[in-house]
């Protein structure tokens, strides 16, 4: 494979393609061993004091994602993109693929940033929410969604509803019938105010 691809493992907002910003080259299912997500949350001077998603080591655990295959060149505007994350180099054998894909060697994963002073009573942010279930949904179905869920902690926090004016800034249009799913799944989930 060529040594200008690298690749990068999304377990949030990366895993809608939508959301994507650069000229990626391919972007497909992948799994990550080893790993659950966390609802990570953010100094109460940063950005309305709202929660991330992150990841953490969970031997019992495997969550799936995309793995975004893209252009060297273009990784310093996605270390951009996820402000407030560090980018960490991952092993191709705690990778799950379909038989016939090639890795890079350079792969990837972000992984949010401790920040001193940080409360864990950040709320969740309805319209980053809506653009990682939907890419769940589009990938995944229905169970990607119900996945998601059960594979990350933390969600019994209040959410900020902005999903009529979205505060994230890659957000996304919804249809009635994935807006119906994804505030029952936050319901179930303990979710606070939806």
Known sequence: ????????????????????????????????N????????????????????????????CIKG???LDLLENLPMVDEREAGYSR????PEQLEVSTG?????????YIANEVEGATDDGALLQSYLDAVMQGFRNEYGNEGVSHFVYTTKGFQRQIHLDRDAPLYPRDVKLSKEEAKL???ELKRAGVFGV
């Not at 894909?101 to 994963?109: A, S």
């Open 101 to 109: 894909i090639d890795l890079p060697d350079d792969l990837y994963v």
């Open 66 to 68: 995309m793995v975004v």
């Open 34 to 61: 080893g790993y659950s997500r966390h609802w990570q949350a953010r100094s109460k001077k940063f950005e309305n004091h709202v929660s991330l998603l992150s990841i953490h080591p969970d031997e019992a655990c």
């Open 182 to 184: 994804f505030d029952l």
């Open 88 to 91: 960490h180099k991952l092993n």
């Open 1 to 32: 494979m060529s040594e200008e691809l690298v690749g990068y493992f999304g377990f949030g907002s990366l895993v809608n393609k939508h959301t994507l910003r650069t000229s990626y080259v391919d972007i497909f299912q992948a799994s990550l």
